[in-house]
């Protein structure tokens, strides 16, 4: 694969956001502030639904929000992860099948597609996806589970 770079307003970044879990086969590691877009929230459902392994980190801040979908997606069986830290985890970045990186200021709202100034970038570099896996694992061991009831 290239590396890819898209750019918002407009629906760029969503769309291959969607498409990159659209294509996920075994894993998807997502850290990122919020999700509140029901589009990329059901392109997750559907990933679980045909087997790949979903792990979700995301700020402890956020999960209340009005719109977000944090606690529907623990609801649905997928495991979420909150940093419960004073200081707010605001990675925007996911990793699919522990072979290929999305990252980029993109906020996983509708509004970062309607109105923001926005961009994701996605490489299969093997460095760059090494040290987001990485990131990922240091922050999955010092993470809460989130609790669902």
């Known amino acids: ?3 890819q770079v898209f750019f918002s307003p407009g629906d760029d970044c969503l769309n291959h956001i969607i498409d990159l879990i659209n294509e996920a086969c ?3 590691d997502i850290c990122v502030f919020t999700i509140s877009d029901d589009r990329i929230t059901r392109a997750i459902v559907d990933a679980m ?3 790949v392994e979903i792990r ?3 700020d402890n801040f956020k999960v209340s929000d009005t719109g977000s979908d944090i606690e529907g997606l623990g609801l649905v069986g ?3 992860k909150l940093d419960t830290t004073d200081n707010h985890m605001h990675h925007k970045f996911f990793v699919v099948d522990k072979k290929l990186v999305l990252t980029g200021s993109y906020n996983w709202t509708r509004s970062a597609a309607l109105y923001n100034q926005e961009n994701v970038i996605s490489t299969d570099d093997e460095f760059v996806v090494e040290k987001f896996l990485n ?3 240091k922050l999955w061991l010092t993470c809460e589970e989130l609790n669902v009831d």
Do not use: P
Request: aromatic residues 6%.
């Open 49 to 51: 639904k045909n087997g």
């Open 78 to 80: 997928i495991t979420v």
């Open 135 to 137: 990131e990922f694992e």
């Open 26 to 28: 075994t894993h998807l």
């Open 56 to 58: 979700i980190i995301t």
């Open 1 to 3: 694969m290239e590396n």
